[in-house]
């Protein structure tokens, strides 16, 4: 059984698949603080309401789409640290329905046995880390290159300031084996006009660096609107 705060159906918004019509399963719970999370209404483990795997995908069948998006909080780790009861036993189900498992994740626990199309890892920078809260993870760069040599992969870096450049090729440097076309710089913004005004920054050092430029196309639809 899981905790499930919403089930949508919008558009992909980031990543490789921007603009890809999805069906968004958000897990409650996340053990990190990340201060410019634009979901914080998912950080609490008992939040939503409880549904077995076979319940999910039954409400993921509501809409005619093979591509489905597994996202959080974090949807990986558990309560107590280890990854989520029933959360590989739900990526085979979605798989064996013939559906496109996309699992957004920080990176920060190594899961075996997932059944998933993409691998979203979303590192977390130190700007990420707030002073209320202490337990804003780093990166390991051990568990992030077992998951990128074991699932397919993206890299999506949450940049505020053109100084988090620096910090993204320390750590890609720890990673040996990684595509840089699968490295994607996205500009911090919970609302369109935090997209706006940092978005040309994001780009010029994405050609600087010759990484992807990672948009956030339900910001710019939707703004602040949730479930989007």
Known sequence: MMRVIEIFYSLQGEGMLTGVPSVFVRLAGCPFRCRWCDT????????????DPAAIVERTGQ???RF??????????GLDGAVRPGFVDLTGCLKALGKHVTIETSGNLFVPDLTCDLLSISPKLGH???????QTPGCD????CRLIAAYPYQLKFVIES???INEVRGLL?????V???CVLLMPQAGTREELRAKATMVAELCKEAGFRFCDRLHIGLWDTLRGR
């Open 179 to 181: 595509d840089p076309d």
């Open 173 to 177: 440097r720890q990673l040996p084996s």
């Open 162 to 164: 053109p100084q988090n």
């Open 40 to 51: 914080a209404y998912a950080w609490d483990y008992s939040a939503g309401e409880e549904l």
């Open 68 to 77: 489905v998006v597994l996202t959080g909080g974090e949807p990986l780790i």
């Open 141 to 144: 760069p051990e568990t992030l």
């Open 128 to 134: 990420a880390t707030s002073p209320a809260f202490h």
């Open 63 to 65: 809409w005619a789409c």
